[in-house]
């Protein structure tokens, strides 16, 4: 049974049992609605207790059942028959206490929780507010700030600190949960239910406190709509009885639940699970042990890469070719794993057990023993080539040996080596010890295997990992550099830098092309030995003007790094168009965003077609969580099923005569328009 029932000394136990994680699907409804009214109607019972088998107690709704018609009994019903039941109910915590699972704990009188669990309301991620009273209830438990805080940012918090803030009622060892509820609830025979609903001595807020919390988190919140509507929702419990306030509630849960950016986050939770699939490996594929990993440069790359298994307990050996070059890495891990204590994310403890756990060296001998070794050194196939020749004879025979190559071929790389079937890609993104993203590039001859371990330690180290073919740019600068292209053509036609990237900006990317050039850096693959004023940008760099570093680049800088247009790069970039015989005009919003985003599409297009992706939202993962593509919009591909493929493609033909020499329209593209079919 979903729910079952047991009376344990008047207390009545009900206790549901969903694997995984107790999602609150339609027959976990049914049974905890049968239980509470059998509860009502039985005076043998005098207390109830609400507990959960398994790993944790409920943690949300099931997301299976949005989209679909409702079924009876609904999650607020049922919280509702818990709420207004007149004997004391208390709800026993463990795991993570999540979303509806947390709204069904807030209908309860009293919660008593397992110490280290969590608590949260995370519907805003998926574009949602709670629906079930979540809103109008925790504000009247913990008051509006902390209210706030957790419903419009969505990140749960520990059992420790719902304690402080009046949410949990009683912190116990997990193993004495089950019994300690039932001490609980018998203690409150007497005392009967308190309700979280009819409370009022936590409400009072200043309107100022809304206001004020909208405007500190502006940028974090830019374009989305859930928190806009959270705010609103937790302000009308501080200016409406509870029935009016649930009204409201469910309407805006509604109105987001039909709109496109609930959508987008939504196809992006099944995207990012979709992804840790491949799709032609068995899944009982052996797995090889990592416990030792050797990292070869210990620049801004290979030090950021070090830190994530630093950081997941396994011990690394970074190896650098001269001493202040690896003494630089190794003080700048310090220095970052440093700043994280400083700010309350780490202890020290913690700091030096990372530390400890890194060998740093000048000599390549001492990866022999390394499970996993991975090049992070220039991005020249000559030298990447010599280093894979070395490894193969100085790296185990079972030894994993990737590359973090962010363009170039991986089964060029992996022919150097007697062992092409232990070689792949290995892409993380800048900063590496942050970005969540992880390109796994698949050489021609990778054994299973290895890539199996790879998707599996990608998961260990905190990464979002999808499995890309070999091609130039693999997905993510493959499509970038469609971008890029257009942006360096529109500047000539007549678009100002500072225009593009503020269409990107107003779309929902944290920067456009230039800002993130100038912020990169210009010099970035520039010679100055062998320049030639051949391009505006290399032009800036003879100038000086290598970006934000230099306090000059497409933009002007002030002592803050804050850009500024410059007269002087509008005047050099008319001057080149010029001499380059473009004939420059106005170029309104509507045609940038269209020729920087469409060709985008249109590449994703063809590596689907090529099979260098294994799905539309794997494109979309790669766009989010390494591009800063808005989450609210799901990823290209996903934005491209919105408008709809036709919409691109008539897009396409309408610029076409403007796009760089060469650029061709993928068949793949023109079939989805034609059957007027998504990629996703």
Request: overall charge negative; proline content about 4%; charged content about 25%.
């Amino acid at each position: 049974m979903t729910v079952k029932t047991q009376v344990t000394d008047g207390v009545l136990v009900i206790v549901s049992d969903n694997p995984p994680v107790n999602a609150l699907s339609h027959a976990v409804r049914s049974g905890l609605m049968d239980a509470v009214t059998a509860a009502g109607s039985d005076d043998a019972v005098k207390a109830v207790v609400i507990a959960a088998d398994g790993r944790t107690f409920h943690a949300g709704a099931d997301i299976t059942e949005f989209g679909k018609p409702p079924q009876s009994p609904s999650l607020p019903e049922v919280i509702e028959a818990i709420e207004a039941l007149d004997k004391p109910v208390v709800a026993a915590l463990h795991g993570t206490t999540l979303g509806g699972g947390l709204e069904v704990a807030l209908g309860a009188h009293y919660r008593v929780a397992a110490r280290g669990s969590k608590l949260g309301l995370p519907e805003v991620k998926l574009g949602l507010l709670p629906g079930a009273g979540g809103t109008q209830r925790l504000p009247r438990v913990v008051g509006v700030e902390a209210a706030l805080e957790m419903i419009a940012k969505g990140d749960p918090i520990s059992a420790e600190k719902a304690q402080s803030l009046g949410l949990v009622d009683e912190l116990v060892e997990a193993e004495k949960l089950r019994d300690a509820a039932i001490a609980f609830a018998r203690a409150r025979i007497a005392d009967g239910p308190r309700r979280s609903g009819a409370r009022t001595d936590k409400l009072s807020a200043d309107a100022e406190v809304f206001h004020a919390f909208a405007q500190k988190n502006a940028r974090r919140f830019r374009g989305m709509d859930a928190p806009q509507a959270c705010i609103e929702a937790v302000r009308a419990a501080t200016e409406k009885p509870l029935s009016e306030g649930l009204k409201l509630e469910r309407e805006l849960f509604t109105k987001l639940m039909t709109g496109d950016q609930s959508a987008a986050l939504r196809h992006l939770f099944f995207a990012e699970r979709a992804a840790a699939k491949i799709d032609d490996i068995a899944k009982d594929t052996p797995r090889k042990t990592v416990s030792k990993v050797g990292v070869i440069g210990a620049g801004t790359m290979g030090g950021g890469i070090t830190m994530n298994f630093l950081s997941a307990g396994i011990p690394v050996t970074l190896v650098e070719r001269e001493q202040a070059a690896l003494d630089r890495g190794v003080a700048t891990i310090r220095k970052n794993y440093e700043a994280s204590a400083a700010k309350g994310r780490l202890s020290q403890d913690q700091v030096e057990a990372a530390m400890a756990r890194l060998t740093p060296t000048l000599d390549m001998d001492a990866l022999s023993d390394c499970d996993l070794i991975i090049e992070a050194v220039f991005e020249l196939m000559r030298i990447k080539k010599e280093i894979f020749s070395a490894l193969d004879s100085i790296a185990k025979d079972d030894a994993i040996l990737a590359t973090n190559t962010s363009y170039l071929d991986v089964n060029e790389i992996a022919a150097v080596t007697q062992r092409p079937e232990s070689v792949l890609g290995l892409h993380f993104f800048s900063p590496a010890n942050i970005m969540k993203l992880l390109e796994i590039v698949r050489g021609a001859k990778t054994a299973d295997t290895v890539l199996a371990t790879a998707m599996d330690l990608s998961r260990k180290i905190g990464k979002v990992a999808v499995v890309a073919g070999v091609c130039h740019g693999f997905i993510g600068n493959r499509m970038l550099a469609q971008r890029q292209a257009e942006a360096n053509s529109l500047i000539l036609e007549g678009a100002k830098p500072w225009d593009v990237d503020r269409v990107l900006v107003e779309f929902g990317l944290p920067m456009g092309p230039f800002q993130m050039a100038d912020l990169a850096g210009l010099d970035i693959g520039w010679d100055p030995d062998a320049t030639s004023s051949s391009t505006v940008r290399e032009i800036l760099c003879e100038q000086d003007r290598r970006g934000q570093k230099t306090g000059a680049g497409f933009y002007d800088y002030d002592q803050n790094r804050r850009g500024a247009p410059s007269e002087h790069v509008e005047r050099l970039i008319a001057e080149f168009a010029d001499k380059a015989g473009y004939k420059q005009r106005a170029i309104d919003d509507q045609e940038i965003r269209e020729r920087l985003l469409y060709p985008m599409v249109n590449e994703g297009a063809k590596i689907l077609d090529e099979g260098i992706a294994q799905r539309a939202s794997d494109i979309d993962v790669v766009w989010v969580y390494g591009y800063g593509w808005p989450t609210y919009r799901g990823g290209p591909m996903f934005w491209a099923d919105q408008i709809g493929a036709k919409t691109v493609l008539d897009g396409l033909e309408k610029h076409a005569d403007r796009f760089a020499q060469g650029f061709e329209i993928s068949p793949f593209l023109r079939r989805k328009a034609q059957e007027n079919a998504p990629f996703n």
